[in-house]
Protein backbone atom coordinates (compact mmCIF):
# COMPACT_ATOMS: atom_id res chain seq x y z
CA UNK A 1 0.00 0.00 0.00
CA UNK A 2 0.78 3.38 -0.89
CA UNK A 3 -0.41 6.71 0.70
CA UNK A 4 -0.11 9.00 -2.76
CA UNK A 5 -1.51 12.64 -2.73
CA UNK A 6 -0.75 15.44 -5.67
CA UNK A 7 0.25 18.50 -4.85
CA UNK A 8 1.69 21.89 -5.24
CA UNK A 9 4.80 22.39 -3.71
CA UNK A 10 6.01 25.48 -2.78
CA UNK A 11 9.77 27.15 -3.40
CA UNK A 12 12.62 27.69 -0.94
CA UNK A 13 11.55 31.32 -0.94
CA UNK A 14 8.41 30.30 0.24
CA UNK A 15 9.97 28.89 3.43
CA UNK A 16 11.84 32.08 4.60
CA UNK A 17 9.05 34.40 4.48
CA UNK A 18 7.31 31.98 6.41
CA UNK A 19 10.03 31.25 8.70
CA UNK A 20 9.18 33.83 11.17
CA UNK A 21 5.45 32.83 11.78
CA UNK A 22 6.19 29.03 11.88
CA UNK A 23 9.01 30.01 14.75
CA UNK A 24 6.70 31.39 16.74
CA UNK A 25 4.09 28.33 16.52
CA UNK A 26 7.12 26.24 17.88
CA UNK A 27 6.64 28.06 20.99
CA UNK A 28 3.48 26.39 21.52
CA UNK A 29 4.68 22.84 20.92
CA UNK A 30 3.01 21.77 23.76
CA UNK A 31 -0.96 22.51 22.06
CA UNK A 32 0.57 22.40 18.28
CA UNK A 33 2.59 20.21 15.99
CA UNK A 34 4.04 22.44 13.46
CA UNK A 35 4.47 21.09 9.99
CA UNK A 36 8.02 20.52 8.94
CA UNK A 37 8.66 23.79 6.46
CA UNK A 38 10.14 21.18 3.64
CA UNK A 39 6.46 19.74 3.74
CA UNK A 40 4.54 23.13 3.01
CA UNK A 41 2.54 22.22 -0.11
CA UNK A 42 -0.62 23.05 -1.41
CA UNK A 43 -3.02 19.42 -1.87
CA UNK A 44 -4.75 19.48 -5.14
CA UNK A 45 -5.92 16.11 -4.46
CA UNK A 46 -5.49 13.45 -1.46
CA UNK A 47 -6.09 10.26 -3.03
CA UNK A 48 -5.11 8.04 0.35
CA UNK A 49 -4.31 4.50 0.80
CA UNK A 50 -3.90 2.90 -2.51
CA UNK A 51 -3.13 -0.87 -3.55
CA UNK A 52 0.28 -1.31 -4.75
CA UNK A 53 -1.11 -2.18 -8.73
CA UNK A 54 -3.17 0.76 -8.28
CA UNK A 55 -0.55 2.91 -7.05
CA UNK A 56 2.30 1.66 -9.85
CA UNK A 57 -0.41 2.59 -12.53
CA UNK A 58 -1.15 5.90 -11.14
CA UNK A 59 2.54 6.58 -11.27
CA UNK A 60 3.54 5.38 -14.61
CA UNK A 61 0.50 7.60 -16.03
CA UNK A 62 0.86 10.72 -13.99
CA UNK A 63 2.48 12.65 -16.87
CA UNK A 64 -0.29 12.34 -18.88
CA UNK A 65 -1.92 15.05 -16.91
CA UNK A 66 -2.71 17.71 -19.57
CA UNK A 67 -1.30 20.09 -17.78
CA UNK A 68 -0.02 23.15 -20.39
CA UNK A 69 0.79 26.29 -17.69
CA UNK A 70 3.36 28.96 -16.93
CA UNK A 71 4.89 28.97 -13.36
CA UNK A 72 1.32 30.15 -11.06
CA UNK A 73 1.91 33.18 -9.32
CA UNK A 74 0.62 33.79 -6.00
CA UNK A 75 0.35 36.09 -2.83
CA UNK A 76 1.26 34.72 1.12
CA UNK A 77 -1.46 36.71 2.86
CA UNK A 78 -2.96 36.08 6.12
CA UNK A 79 -2.98 33.83 8.74
CA UNK A 80 -6.43 32.06 9.80
CA UNK A 81 -7.85 28.37 11.18
CA UNK A 82 -9.88 25.98 10.10
CA UNK A 83 -12.74 25.09 11.23
CA UNK A 84 -12.65 28.15 13.38
CA UNK A 85 -11.08 29.85 16.34
CA UNK A 86 -12.82 28.47 19.02
CA UNK A 87 -12.64 24.77 17.48
CA UNK A 88 -9.68 25.33 15.98
CA UNK A 89 -8.19 21.84 14.45
CA UNK A 90 -5.51 23.21 11.87
CA UNK A 91 -3.48 26.87 11.08
CA UNK A 92 -2.94 28.24 8.07
CA UNK A 93 -1.70 30.41 5.91
CA UNK A 94 -3.70 31.98 3.04
CA UNK A 95 -2.40 31.90 -0.99
CA UNK A 96 -4.13 34.65 -2.72
CA UNK A 97 -3.87 33.42 -6.84
CA UNK A 98 -6.16 33.78 -9.87
CA UNK A 99 -9.07 30.72 -9.66
CA UNK A 100 -9.22 31.00 -13.41
CA UNK A 101 -5.53 29.52 -13.69
CA UNK A 102 -6.05 26.39 -10.92
CA UNK A 103 -9.24 25.46 -11.79
CA UNK A 104 -8.40 23.83 -15.24
CA UNK A 105 -5.37 22.42 -13.21
CA UNK A 106 -7.65 20.94 -10.58
CA UNK A 107 -9.89 19.50 -13.35
CA UNK A 108 -7.40 17.91 -15.42
CA UNK A 109 -6.12 16.46 -11.84
CA UNK A 110 -9.91 15.39 -11.32
CA UNK A 111 -10.09 13.58 -15.30
CA UNK A 112 -6.59 11.57 -14.59
CA UNK A 113 -7.38 10.26 -11.41
CA UNK A 114 -11.33 9.32 -12.04
CA UNK A 115 -9.83 6.66 -14.53
CA UNK A 116 -8.62 5.33 -11.11
CA UNK A 117 -11.98 5.07 -9.29
CA UNK A 118 -11.25 8.49 -7.55
CA UNK A 119 -14.30 10.99 -7.13
CA UNK A 120 -13.87 14.74 -7.54
CA UNK A 121 -13.81 16.64 -4.52
CA UNK A 122 -16.84 18.17 -3.67
CA UNK A 123 -15.52 21.43 -1.09
CA UNK A 124 -14.54 24.42 -2.34
CA UNK A 125 -10.63 24.39 -3.25
CA UNK A 126 -8.94 26.57 -0.84
CA UNK A 127 -5.95 27.52 -1.35
CA UNK A 128 -3.65 27.36 1.98
CA UNK A 129 -0.83 26.22 3.53
CA UNK A 130 -0.81 24.41 6.89
CA UNK A 131 1.32 25.63 9.00
CA UNK A 132 0.02 23.68 12.40
CA UNK A 133 -2.15 20.89 13.48
CA UNK A 134 -3.68 21.40 16.77
CA UNK A 135 -2.75 18.30 19.22
CA UNK A 136 -6.25 16.10 19.96
CA UNK A 137 -8.19 17.72 22.86
CA UNK A 138 -5.53 20.77 23.07
CA UNK A 139 -7.39 24.58 22.27
CA UNK A 140 -5.49 27.10 20.88
CA UNK A 141 -5.31 29.78 23.92
CA UNK A 142 -5.50 33.73 24.19
CA UNK A 143 -1.74 34.97 22.98
CA UNK A 144 -2.22 32.34 20.08
CA UNK A 145 -5.55 33.68 19.30
CA UNK A 146 -4.28 37.04 19.22
CA UNK A 147 -1.04 36.48 17.02
CA UNK A 148 -3.82 35.11 14.12
CA UNK A 149 -5.66 37.99 14.76
CA UNK A 150 -2.88 40.31 14.49
CA UNK A 151 -1.81 38.59 11.18
CA UNK A 152 -5.20 37.90 9.59
CA UNK A 153 -4.41 40.29 6.31
CA UNK A 154 -0.49 40.34 6.72
CA UNK A 155 0.98 40.36 3.27
CA UNK A 156 4.28 37.96 3.72
CA UNK A 157 5.31 37.99 0.10
CA UNK A 158 5.30 36.73 -3.54
CA UNK A 159 5.74 33.03 -5.59
CA UNK A 160 4.80 30.92 -7.67
CA UNK A 161 4.10 27.22 -8.22
CA UNK A 162 6.73 25.71 -10.54
CA UNK A 163 5.55 21.87 -11.28
CA UNK A 164 2.64 19.78 -10.32
CA UNK A 165 4.01 16.59 -7.99
CA UNK A 166 2.51 13.03 -7.17
CA UNK A 167 4.19 12.29 -3.54
CA UNK A 168 3.59 9.20 -1.35
CA UNK A 169 3.70 9.85 2.19
CA UNK A 170 4.82 8.02 4.88
CA UNK A 171 3.30 8.42 8.29
CA UNK A 172 5.79 8.39 11.15
CA UNK A 173 5.74 9.28 14.89
CA UNK A 174 8.00 12.40 14.32
CA UNK A 175 5.73 13.36 11.24
CA UNK A 176 4.99 12.58 7.76
CA UNK A 177 7.97 11.79 5.15
CA UNK A 178 7.32 12.67 2.04
CA UNK A 179 8.70 11.19 -1.20
CA UNK A 180 8.56 12.55 -4.61
CA UNK A 181 7.45 10.14 -6.82
CA UNK A 182 6.60 12.42 -9.98
CA UNK A 183 6.41 15.61 -11.25
CA UNK A 184 5.03 17.98 -14.11
CA UNK A 185 7.29 21.53 -14.32
CA UNK A 186 5.61 24.08 -15.53
CA UNK A 187 7.25 26.03 -18.20
Known sequence: MQRLFIALPVKKEVILLL???????????????????????????????????LAERIISNFNSINIQRD?????????????DAQR??????????DERIIEPILNSIYEFTSQFGFKKEKRKFIPH?????VKRGKKIDKNLLEFIENNKNK???????????????KLTPKGPIYTELKSIDFV
Open 88 to 97: ASVIWIGLQT
Open 71 to 83: EIPFTVTGIGVFP
Open 155 to 169: RFGESSFNKLVLFSS
Open 129 to 133: LTLAR
Open 19 to 53: KPASDFLRKYNSILKVVSQDNLHITMQFLGECEDK
